[in-house]
């Protein structure tokens, strides 16, 4: 169980600095005109949740059933093929919104940005930024609960 305690916080630590620059994307995008500004904003680099993982090896070798305490056993179960999963299919929706909105500004590198179709792709590309934010702050919230659980069971 430690592996999954030391997994869990590396991908807490990953998602917690994704959300720190995710948090601003809108006020930095909202004014600004300049195609290359908003493509360079919008080009970070994003990390999705690995799923081939220390759980995986946990779980296939039936270890997992051996957490005697089934309320904990049952929030790793969740956590890594429910909420894991959700998060990442979050991010996929809002990578493929921030593609579009790359693909019209270099199809329309002049007059784009105040154009409908661009306040269009804009506001749903914040509202998924918006959306990946809120599930994966919910991840962090969880993984931090299961790993102090754990280490509750450690001691």
């Known amino acids: 169980m430690s592996d999954l305690k030391i997994e869990i916080n590396k991908m807490l630590g990953e998602k917690q600095l994704e959300i720190s620059e995710l948090s601003t994307i809108d006020q930095k995008i909202k004014n600004i005109t300049n195609t290359d500004q908003i ?4 080009t970070g680099k994003y990390t999705f949740f690995n799923m081939n993982s ?3 090896g946990f779980n296939s070798s ?8 089934s309320s904990l056993r049952n929030a790793i179960l969740k956590y890594y093929q ?5 998060v990442n299919t979050a991010k996929k929706r809002m990578e493929e919104s921030k593609k579009k909105i790359l693909y019209e500004i270099s199809s329309h590198p002049e007059g784009f940005t105040g154009t409908k179709l661009y306040r269009h792709l804009y506001s749903d590309y ?7 934010t809120l599930m994966a702050t919910t991840s962090i919230k969880t993984g931090k609960d299961i790993v102090n659980r754990i280490k509750k069971l450690e001691k």
């Open 62 to 69: 039936g270890k997992i059933a051996f957490i005697e305490d």
């Open 82 to 86: 429910d909420l894991l999963p959700a």
């Open 54 to 56: 220390s759980f995986e």
């Open 39 to 42: 493509t360079k904003i919008i």
């Open 126 to 132: 914040i509202m998924l930024v918006n959306g990946y």
